[in-house]
């Protein structure tokens, strides 16, 4: 901000109105301004060169004290009026995105550096590819507002009838053109990426334990409670549970075991 207008009730005498009558942040805002009449009524003016006395971001309030003011007859003003803005020169910033699972299906949250207008964040923001292959973004795919003011965070959802089939999904979300208050504009993206695989894991083949003792090397009889069981698995990621099954009923779980490969 350089400039405002400043309005009196009455005609003033317009070389009265000086830089003396001003204080930005209670501070005299020296000779760097410029007041000039707006109309031949007297009571209207301007005050440029604000911006010369604004040395960083942060909220500003600029005082003018009527009671160093002329009237026409002479009278002082009366009363000091004061104007408020903030100072906001720095983009917002799109810090993370993270994929949850919920009772309300995939969503993605979204936080800012600071708030942003909700009229520039739009689902269309968003690009969605399984095995980096496009995918059309859902027609009801939606933005949501969520937190409070201290973090500023968005919810992207609705789009699970796009996540139909298996395979590996990314999800980017382009930060451009979205706007804080001041008008400073966003840039960069976020991408997140998961797996979506409801096919069921195919039996373990080749399935042995050791010590084998029976009458074969692989007739599954053995002497001894201490065993290792070995297997290949049909993919990566599995648990595998181990039982015993005892004759004549009755079963146990002697291992649960997450397994990173086959």
């Known amino acids: 901000l350089d ?3 400043v309005t009196f009730s009455a005609p003033i005498k317009p070389e009265s109105f ?13 000779s760097g301004v410029t007041i000039a009449t707006l109309d031949s009524s007297a009571t ?5 060169g604000l911006s010369s006395a604004q040395t960083a971001d942060g909220k500003y309030t600029l005082a003018v004290d009527a009671t160093a003011v002329a009237g026409l007859n002479d009278t002082p003003g009366v009363n000091t009026y004061t104007a408020t803005w903030t100072r906001d020169t720095v983009a917002p910033v799109l810090q993370s995105l993270t994929h949850t699972e919920g009772l309300n299906g995939s969503e993605f949250a979204l936080a800012f550096s600071e708030e942003v207008e909700s009229e520039s964040l739009t689902p269309n923001k968003a690009t969605l590819r399984r095995n980096g292959v496009a995918v059309a973004l859902p027609g009801n795919a939606s933005l949501r507002r969520v937190g409070d003011n201290a973090h500023y ?11 139909a089939e298996d395979g590996t999904y990314e999800l980017c979300f382009s930060a451009d053109g979205v706007t804080d208050e001041a008008g400073n504009v966003a840039s960069g993206s976020k991408s997140v990426s998961w797996t ?10 080749d399935l042995t334990i ?8 692989t007739d599954g009889i053995t002497y001894t409670g201490a ?16 039982i015993a099954k005892y004759v004549g009923g009755g079963e146990t779980v002697l291992a649960m075991l997450p397994t990173a490969g086959g």
């Open 3 to 5: 400039t405002i207008s």
């Open 18 to 30: 000086t830089s003396a009558a001003l204080r930005m942040n209670d501070v005299a805002v020296g």
């Open 44 to 48: 209207r003016f301007s005050v440029s």
């Open 153 to 163: 965070q968005w919810v992207l959802s609705g789009i699970d009838s796009g996540l």
């Open 196 to 205: 979506v695989d409801r096919t069921p894991p195919a039996q373990i083949t």
């Open 210 to 217: 050791s010590p084998d003792g029976g009458f074969s090397d």
């Open 227 to 242: 065993l290792t069981v070995s297997g290949t698995l049909p993919e990566t990621g599995l648990t595998v549970e181990i």
